[in-house]
Nanobody, 120 residues
Framework: QVQLVESGGGLVQPGGSLRLSCAAS????????MGWYRQAPGKQRELVAG???????NYADSVKGRFTISSDNAKNTVYLQMNSLKSEDTAVYYC??????????????WGQGTQVTVSS
């Protein structure tokens, strides 16, 4: 099992910045990738950014150039630095950890979510 605890959400004005943190514990040796997803009211959960064990990253087109995902392996923590925030970034952000033992198998673990609200 993997436990994920997020922090860093809050209210920010358009154009502002926030940094989300996700601390992992438990069977972290089994994690192959981590990422941040978000879900706005009335919308499906979507991938925002991901990072693999090897350090490869990927981003949703809507956040490229504004958000940066990074990891601190010594602290078992993944970060999402969000700059130039827009109102459409408002959502609950969820940390995800994935165990991918085979190309056709995936096991997901989720944090409790943290609210990010971008508003003036």
């Amino acid at each position: 099992q993997v436990q994920l605890v997020e922090s860093g959400g809050g209210l920010v004005q358009p154009g502002g910045s926030l940094r989300l943190s996700c601390a992992a514990s438990g069977s972290i040796f089994s994690i192959d990738a981590m990422g941040w997803y978000r879900q706005a009211p009335g919308k499906q959960r979507e991938l925002v950014a991901g990072i693999t064990r090897g350090g490869s990253t990927n981003y949703a087109d809507s956040v490229k150039g504004r958000f940066t995902i990074s990891s601190d392996n010594a602290k078992n923590t993944v970060y999402l630095q969000m700059n130039s925030l827009k109102s459409e970034d408002t959502a609950v952000y969820y940390c995800n950890a994935a165990r991918i033992p085979t190309p056709h198998a995936r096991y997901d673990y989720w944090g409790q979510g943290t609210q990010v609200t971008v508003s003036s």
